[in-house]
């Protein structure tokens, strides 16, 4: 998101007799900051209006102080506000609900790439012709209350008297509409979805970089029709921004790829990001915002390979009746002063351990994986270094990945993860098979 500074005036909505001179700006590194040649009264704000000096209103939100001065003696007071997120463009209610939003992300012209430029050169008659059509919306995803579209917005050139330019940029958007009115967290968690399946078609991090809200509350008025304004919204989203230059055919897949089967990939995307919730934040959470240890890094990746093993396959050795079969034997023959400390060591025992779900989970995915590691060395590796790092037995030191080694060991991890997503999103074996060669793990030097 663009930094921006506003000046004006602001007050609480329920003290409108009290407006204050300061101005607020925003920027990806510290947020959103209010800072005021006064003091609001209290010290948190749960919404806070703004008027700037050339009339645009806005609504800060989720506010609290972080320095302030009152005023003493003649001398005036200030404050520093720090501003979870603000809306440009009007004045909100505490909750506002919302009928659409429009979103932009970094990468996200390259994975669609939709162009409506038609270039012609004729150097040698020093010709040369640019023909531009706005492609149509394209719709990726449908339900009984949503409705999601890829969008193309163009910025026509401007015509002069004295013409010495002309320019066209078009921009890519996904938009998200609602049959009813909805708060702000449900698209914010519709946003981060997406966000999440760019980054995994990608490999790469990507975060909003423009949002649009709409209410039915505000909108301009023209003759009888009525048209819901823009209202942009500011806040830190989950990551990092960081530009790339990256191809669509040096992606895992790009929209082009799969266009064809958009509609029921996005919708199972959606599902799948609440299923493997667990998996999927320890997976995306590592890519936005990753740590600068290895240790740290192969141990997130192990609890996702866990957790996604845990949410899609059986979770337990024996049936639930055979189980406590076994365990009622076991405390029957357990003297009554050690059964209530054993009964809380059984409680797990029924689940396969770690060396179980990474063995099955080795065998599905089997054609890929025994191409870079054998299953005995994969197994055995992943459980030492998770072990020795969990516990640090030093009985185990001789026997973990360090250095290169256990770098290796984490893209192992992530492509087995990378491999597990594509299949939940239905891609065919011939499809991974060709996909997989564009993993990093190919990149690496050593293994």
Same mark, same amino acid.
């Given at each position: ?37 006064? %003091? ?6 749960p ?9 645009? @209103?806005?609504?800060?939100? /989720? ?21 979870d997120?603000a ?8 909750? #506002?609900?919302?009928? @659409? &939003? ?14 409506g430029?038609n270039?012609? /050169? ?12 706005? =492609?149509?919306? %394209? ?26 330019e ?12 609602? %049959? ?5 967290? &449900?698209?914010?968690?519709? $946003? ?13 991090? %990507? ?10 509350? $505000?909108?301009?008025? +023209? ?13 830190? #989203?989950?990551?990092?921004? @960081?530009?790339f230059?990256i191809?669509?055919?040096? +992606? ?19 599902? *799948?990001s609440?299923?493997?919730? =667990?998996?999927?934040?320890? &997976? ?13 890094? &192969? ?22 009746? @055979?189980? *406590? ?52 060395e ?27 080694k ?14 597990? +997503?594509?299949?939940?999103?239905? !891609? ?5 098979? $060709?996909?997989?060669?564009? !993993?990093?793990?190919?990149? +690496?030097? !050593?293994?």
């Amino acid at each position: 998101m663009e930094s921006v500074e506003y000046k004006g005036l602001w007050w609480k909505p329920e003290n409108t007799d009290k407006k204050i001179n300061g101005r607020f700006y925003f920027n990806t590194d510290e947020g959103g900051i209010l800072e005021l040649d006064g %003091v609001l009264d209290g010290k948190t704000h749960p919404t806070i209006y703004g008027v700037t000096n050339n009339g645009k @209103k806005i609504t800060l939100q /989720h506010a609290f102080n972080t320095k302030w001065t009152r005023p003493f003696a003649g001398i005036q007071g200030e404050s520093r506000i720090y501003v979870d997120r603000a809306f440009i463009g009007c004045l909100l209610q505490d909750d #506002p609900k919302f009928i @659409k &939003f429009k979103f932009r992300t970094t990468l996200l012209d390259e994975w669609v790439n939709i162009s409506g430029f038609n270039i012609k /050169h004729d150097f040698e008659g020093n010709k040369f012709e640019v023909e531009y059509k706005l =492609p149509g919306s %394209v719709e990726i995803y449908r339900s009984e209350e949503v409705c999601m579209k890829i969008e193309i917005d163009a910025k026509l050139p401007s015509l002069n008297f004295v013409q010495k330019e002309a320019n066209i940029s078009q921009k890519t958007y996904i938009t998200i509409e609602t %049959v009813t009115d909805k708060e702000l967290s &449900f698209f914010f968690g519709l $946003v981060y979805k997406i966000q999440n399946l760019i980054s995994f078609a990608t490999l790469k991090p %990507v975060v909003p970089t423009e949002v649009l809200a709409y209410s039915n509350d $505000v909108y301009l008025k +023209m003759g009888d029709k009525k048209y819901l304004s823009d209202i942009e919204v500011l806040y830190l #989203p989950t990551g990092e921004r @960081k530009d790339f230059d990256i191809l669509p055919s040096n +992606m895992l897949f790009s929209y082009n790829d799969i266009k064809e089967t958009i509609v029921s990939k996005v919708a199972k995307w959606l599902e *799948k990001s609440e299923e493997l919730s =667990p998996m999927f934040n320890i &997976f995306f959470g590592n890519m936005y915002r990753p740590s600068g240890f290895l240790e740290a890094k &192969f141990l997130g990746l192990v609890q996702a390979v866990e957790a996604y093993h845990r949410r899609t396959r059986c979770n337990h050795e024996l049936s639930e009746e @055979k189980h *406590k079969i076994r365990i009622n034997e076991i405390l029957t023959a357990t003297p009554s002063e050690y059964k209530e400390w054993l009964e809380k060591k059984l409680a797990y025992s029924n689940e396969p351990n770690l060396r179980s779900r990474l063995k099955q989970l080795y065998e599905d995915n089997k054609i890929i994986i025994q191409t870079l590691i054998k299953r005995k060395e994969f197994v055995n590796l992943s459980v030492n270094t998770r072990n020795y790092l969990t516990h640090y037995d030093k009985s185990l030191e001789r026997s973990i990945a360090s250095g290169r080694k256990l770098l290796f060991l984490i893209e192992i991890h992530k492509t087995l993860l990378l491999l597990c +997503m594509l299949k939940e999103l239905e !891609f065919s074996e011939e499809e991974i098979e $060709v996909i997989s060669k564009k !993993f990093v793990i190919h990149k +690496m030097e !050593f293994a």
